[in-house]
C-alpha cells in the first residue's frame, strides 16, 4: 500500500505492485526515481534497481517463506530444482550470484534458516526433536543436531536447557519481588 500511494503521489502509473516489485507503465525521469526513492525511504522501504540485487532477495525471500511460514506439510522440496524453476534460471547462475553479492553460498543460507526455525519450535516446546527433524525435512535427528551444533555451538538440548533455567530464573525473580 505505501508502494501504491508512492507512486500515485507521484503521478506514476502502474499496472501492478506485489511484494518485491513494481510494474510500471512509463519510462519514469531521473528526478520521479530519486523522490520515489527518498519517498519509499521515508517510510522504511529501500528502491531496489540493480538486477542481481533484485534477484538476491527474491532468492532469501522464496527461501524464507519456504521455511518460516509454510507450517501444514515438512518441507520436502529440492530447493536448488525449486528455485531454478521458480526464477526461471539456471540454479549454478543463482547460486554464483548469491554467493558473489551475500558472501555466503544458498546452501549455507538454508541451513541458517532451517536452524533459527529449529530454535524457535524448541522454544515452543510443542514438538519432540524428532517432530521437529521431520517437520525441516532432515534425514535423522542427528543430522539436525550435527547442523545445530556447528551454527549454534550448542546441542538443541542444551540450547532447550538454557530456555528452562532462563524461564525458572526469572519466575524465582519475580517470586521474591511479590515476597518484598
Do not use: W
Not at 46 to 73: F, G, Q
Not at 90 to 100: A, R, V
Not at 145 to 163: D, E, H, M, V
Amino acid at each position: 500500500m505505501v508502494v501504491k500511494s508512492e507512486l500515485k503521489r507521484l503521478g506514476i502509473h502502474y499496472t501492478s505492485v506485489e511484494l518485491g516489485a513494481a510494474e510500471i507503465l512509463e519510462t519514469i525521469t531521473a528526478e520521479q526515481r530519486e523522490k520515489l526513492r527518498k519517498g519509499l525511504h521515508c517510510s522504511g522501504l529501500e528502491l531496489m534497481d540493480d538486477p542481481k540485487a533484485i534477484l538476491i532477495e527474491k532468492i532469501k525471500t522464496i527461501i524464507i517463506e519456504l521455511i518460516h511460514y509454510v507450517d501444514d506439510e515438512p518441507i520436502k522440496i529440492n530447493f536448488s530444482v525449486f528455485l531454478s524453476e521458480k526464477l526461471n534460471h539456471n540454479y549454478t547462475y543463482l547460486s554464483n550470484i548469491f554467493s558473489e553479492v551475500t558472501g555466503i553460498t544458498i546452501e549455507h543460507f538454508i541451513i541458517t534458516h532451517r536452524i533459527e526455525r529449529a530454535k524457535e519450535l524448541l522454544l515452543y516446546n510443542e514438538l519432540t526433536l524428532s517432530e521437529i527433524a521431520y517437520k525441516l525435512n532432515y534425514s535423522s535427528v542427528a543430522h539436525l543436531s550435527n547442523q545445530f551444533k556447528k551454527i549454534t555451538g550448542l546441542t538443541p538440548s542444551f540450547f532447550k536447557q538454557l530456555k528452562e533455567k532462563k524461564r525458572n530464573t526469572l519466575e524465582f525473580l519475580s517470586d521474591q519481588q511479590q515476597d518484598l
